[in-house]
């Protein structure tokens, strides 16, 4: 099938997309929580004739056999967010204290269209193994994907994400790394409590944690090139039980994100050695922990990313992604097979959809994208299952 054919079948898709895409984002599911989201993917792809299997407790595998040749992995994520959505729109969420705030509603119905796209193909000259994705959000749903062994037999792998940085309809494709790494962090610091009236009779942790948050701050700004991407943020303070008590205890979280293992190790390194050597100097105890195994860089293949721009140069709208210091798991699928992650934009103006940032709780999109998002899967895999050198 050409690329002109692929293009018009994705395009007469759209009501189906869209409807799919409402569905979802009614009925969002945390990370390993996705039963309902799985059910109906199962659903689509036995009825247009894939092998399904199941995979990371929550995820969906469907492979589509043809002619003896390559692999190509498609991939979607499907978990939602704990956020309350603000939008008031007839398709919002219907799930108290969960929304699809970051696309993955519209991924797994972009991914549903080029199954059956790529279903209708009759010269297809390999293998195709769409991976729908539980758990991206937790940063873990694809490391189990992988140790299951599902990527064991993949020659490469392609990824998407709505973005809002992107005027509608535009492709973010470029090689080299993307996206940061990404680490959790839980701080500790115990004091000694006490009325607030007199704290020179206490310990007070909580002028501790402010100074701490300050002198990690000086970690990015005075030990860290400047030349290197470094954010670390605390996002998360917890302390206290009335205004006039002085509590024992104050535990922050927060995360940090580099491009590179040199620096994070340097971060991680001095903030340990800040946060105790500076709450032992104020009679109190410190302890900084990771509260999450560390997601590496995304980096995008060098020659993938050329095929890309090559095989979706037809579409047009093609231009340079946006780095990000947000993280993505899909980078442990990069690392273990030359890998592709592409931004296709979403911000409409006009419409007034995709003016909020991902995560923001009036998050929304322009659904007119979603045919370019189907057909971009299906142009991918069916070229590069063409192409007769591995690249």
Same mark, same amino acid.
């Given at each position: !099938?050409?690329?002109?054919?692929?293009? %018009?079948?994705?395009? $007469? !898709? $759209?009501? /189906? +997309?869209?409807? !799919? #895409? #409402?569905? +979802?984002? !009614?009925?969002? %599911?945390?990370?390993?929580? %996705?039963?309902?989201? *799985?059910? &109906?993917?199962? =659903?689509? @792809?036995?009825?247009?004739?894939y092998e399904v299997t199941e995979t990371a407790k929550t995820g969906v595998i469907g492979v589509l056999k043809g002619g003896n040749g390559k692999c190509a992995a498609l991939r979607a994520d499907m978990d939602a967010l704990p956020i309350q959505e603000e939008n008031n729109v007839p398709y919002k969420s219907q799930n108290p204290g969960k929304m699809h705030a970051c696309g993955h509603d519209a991924h797994t119905a972009m991914l549903l269209g080029a199954a059956s796209i790529l279903s209708k193909l009759k010269d297809l000259r390999g293998e195709v193994k769409l991976i729908f994705q539980p758990a991206e959000e937790v940063g873990s749903g694809a490391k189990q994907v992988m140790e299951e062994g599902h990527l064991d037999d993949v020659d490469a792998i392609f990824g998407m994400h709505v973005w809002p940085d992107l005027p509608s309809g535009k492709i973010g494709i470029g090689g080299g790394a993307l996206?940061? *790494?990404?680490?959790?962090?839980?701080?500790?610091? =115990?004091?000694?409590?006490?009325h607030g009236a007199y704290p020179h009779q206490a310990i007070d942790p909580i002028v501790v944690a402010s100074d701490l948050i300050n002198g990690y701050q000086k970690i990015v700004s005075r030990r860290v090139s400047p030349l290197d991407p470094c954010v670390l943020s605390v996002c998360k303070i917890s302390a206290g039980t009335a205004f006039n008590v002085i509590p024992e205890r104050v535990e922050m979280k927060g995360t940090i994100r580099t491009y590179s293992m040199k620096v994070r190790d340097l971060v991680l390194r001095e903030a340990k050695k800040i946060t105790q050597g500076y709450a032992n100097a104020m009679g109190c105890n410190g302890s900084f922990n990771l509260a999450m195994k560390n997601l590496p860089v995304t980096i995008n293949d060098e020659e993938l990313? =050329?095929?890309? =721009?090559?095989? @979706?140069?037809?579409?047009?709208?093609?231009?340079?992604? &946006?780095?990000?210091?947000?993280?993505?798991?899909?980078?442990? /699928?990069a690392q273990k097979v030359p890998g592709l992650f592409i931004e296709l934009g979403i911000r409409n103006k006009a419409k007034g959809v995709g003016l909020y940032s991902l995560h923001n709780p009036q998050f929304d999109l322009d659904e007119a994208v979603l045919w370019k998002g189907a057909a971009i899967h299906s142009?991918?895999?069916? %070229?590069? @299952?063409?192409?007769?050198?591995?690249?």
């Open positions: !099938m050409k690329v002109e054919e692929i293009v %018009e079948k994705a395009k $007469e !898709m $759209e009501d /189906y +997309l869209v409807k !799919m #895409r #409402r569905d +979802l984002h !009614m009925h969002p %599911e945390l990370g390993f929580e %996705e039963k309902k989201t *799985s059910s &109906i993917v199962k =659903r689509e @792809l036995k009825k247009l004739g996206f940061a *790494s990404a680490d959790a962090f839980t701080v500790s610091i =115990r004091g000694k409590g006490g990313s =050329r095929f890309t =721009r090559r095989a @979706l140069s037809g579409l047009g709208g093609i231009t340079e992604p &946006i780095k990000s210091m947000g993280a993505e798991d899909f980078a442990f /699928y142009i991918l895999a069916n %070229e590069f @299952l063409k192409e007769k050198k591995t690249l």
